[in-house]
């Protein structure tokens, strides 16, 4: 595994009937249930960083939060098949539009689910650990 690097993702969400619900997206190449993230870009704010990756992602945009509520690590997989250790810091988004055509549309699934579902389909440990934390602080 080599160095660290950080990534920016977006939690986004909705209340429904005063529950939150929240969306999940596949990842391109093997399906697993993943958050909306993507690199740092110059000049851009992480937190606009991670908005732009929900609607390039998963078609949604609304108000994201200004500071950053929690990060996890994770490890993306590199072209030459090695793994690169990494921090995914997260940003809350609250919905208040899903689009019908996006970005990456024909390449991704995506599934409003409740904070318990959520822990159940995420595959990676740091994302289930940071679901987990979340579905606590709603009940």
Do not use: C
């Amino acid at each position: 595994m080599i160095s660290n690097q950080i990534q920016y993702a977006a939690l986004p969400f909705r209340m429904i009937d005063g529950e939150p619900q929240v969306l999940l997206v596949t990842s391109r190449e093997n399906k697993r249930w993943i958050l909306p993230k993507g690199q740092p870009e110059k000049k851009v704010a992480a937190r606009n960083v991670a908005a732009q990756e929900a609607y390039e992602e998963a078609g949604v945009v609304g108000q994201i939060s200004t500071r950053s509520i929690g990060s996890f690590p994770s490890a993306k997989r590199l072209r030459s098949g090695e793994e690169m250790a990494i921090r995914v810091r997260v940003y809350m988004l609250e919905v208040s539009q899903e689009l019908d055509d996006w970005p990456e549309k024909n390449e991704r699934e995506r599934r409003w689910v409740n904070a318990g579902e959520a822990v159940m389909m995420a595959s990676e440990p740091g994302l289930t650990q940071f679901l987990l934390h979340f579905a606590a602080l709603w009940t």
